[in-house]
């Protein structure tokens, strides 16, 4: 399975290999969608995915697409699947086929005002409040888009590196909105591009998050928000957890020591174990993790969360 697989097969051998627990196959599964989304989805497999195999893919933050062919896509599977019970494919149908975690999981507002014109209108399978709230969006009128997430998907960036701080996890971590905090440092100079945590299978958990200068008590990025779980994969093997990814990437300076906090609530999670206090990076460069001064934080360099640092390499 894993030499012939491409994005045309990719959505008939996925649920399979689920079955069978085949976690590295299952994670190869998903970086094909990733990376091939627009032509994954476009497959004649894809039609016929069953509903919680389609809300894991509208709920993946990584996937590279453009929103409009997603919806596209995700419509025209609602249509055929009116088809098969021979149902007249109205936008009421279609959204009660779709179901409300799918609708809300799309990424609408990031829609172009046109494209959301000729295509999610025309697909009917919203309610009048929320075209009203969607176009006031669009137009700037108003600044949420009530129910729906504003944040665009990510895709995948082939560049940035990971830092994996744990050699071990565990289950029953939970997020009732205390500090998470870390200090770290490395022994070059990189770009922080964001950070991973850990979760639990398709949950959404909220997360205000920021970096720190130690030395001027400042904010240096921060980013907030609702994210969704999704299958990663480290050098401790395949968890469920949600990346969160700065709007741009911060420069860590060598040998200077930053504070990492995050506030999250959520559904109980995992949480790493066997932390250590130095982690060399494949690619060049020792993170030194230790203790933050916040006080109550649930984190600590042996244990708990911040289970990757996604960054780059600053060549300037």
Not at 151 to 171: E, K
Not at 246 to 256: P, S, Y
Request: hydrophobic share 35%.
């Amino acid at each position: 399975m894993q030499d012939n697989l491409d994005a045309s097969n990719v959505f008939s051998i996925l649920p399979s290999v689920k079955i069978f627990e085949e976690m590295n196959l299952v994670y190869d599964c998903w970086k094909v969608i990733d990376r091939q989304t627009e032509e994954a989805v476009k497959s004649d497999v894809f039609e016929a995915i069953d509903r919680p195999l389609l809300e894991a893919v509208v709920e993946r933050d990584t996937l590279n697409i453009e929103e409009v062919e997603l919806f596209k896509a995700i419509d025209l599977w609602a249509t055929k699947a009116c088809e098969k019970q021979g149902l007249a494919p109205e936008g009421e149908v279609k959204r009660r086929i779709h179901g409300e975690k799918i609708v809300k999981a799309m990424r609408i507002p990031t829609m172009k005002l046109e494209d959301f014109a000729s295509v999610v209108l025309d697909s009917k399978i919203l309610t009048t409040e929320e075209m009203v709230n969607i176009v006031k969006y669009l137009s700037s009128v108003s600044s949420s888009p009530t129910g729906f997430l504003e944040t665009g998907r990510t895709g995948v960036d082939d560049d940035i590196q990971r830092c994996c701080r744990f050699d071990s996890m565990s289950l029953s971590y939970g997020y009732f909105g205390s500090v998470e905090s870390i200090c770290v440092s490395v022994d070059r100079e990189i770009i922080l591009h964001g950070l991973c945590f850990f979760g639990s299978e398709n949950n959404t958990y909220y997360v205000d998050t920021e970096a720190k200068d130690i030395r001027t008590k400042s904010t240096m990025v921060s980013k907030k928000g609702h994210f969704l779980s999704e299958l990663l994969q480290c050098q401790i093997g395949s968890y469920f957890g949600f990346k969160v990814l700065f709007d741009t990437g911060v420069v860590l300076e060598k040998n200077v020591t930053y504070g990492i906090e995050a506030r999250i609530s959520g559904p109980n999670s995992s949480r790493g174990g066997d932390g250590v206090g130095s982690v060399l990076s494949p690619c060049g460069g020792t993170f030194t993790f230790t203790e933050s001064e916040s006080l109550g934080s649930t984190t600590s360099v042996a244990y708990g969360q911040f289970s990757e640092l996604l960054f780059s390499l600053n060549s300037l």
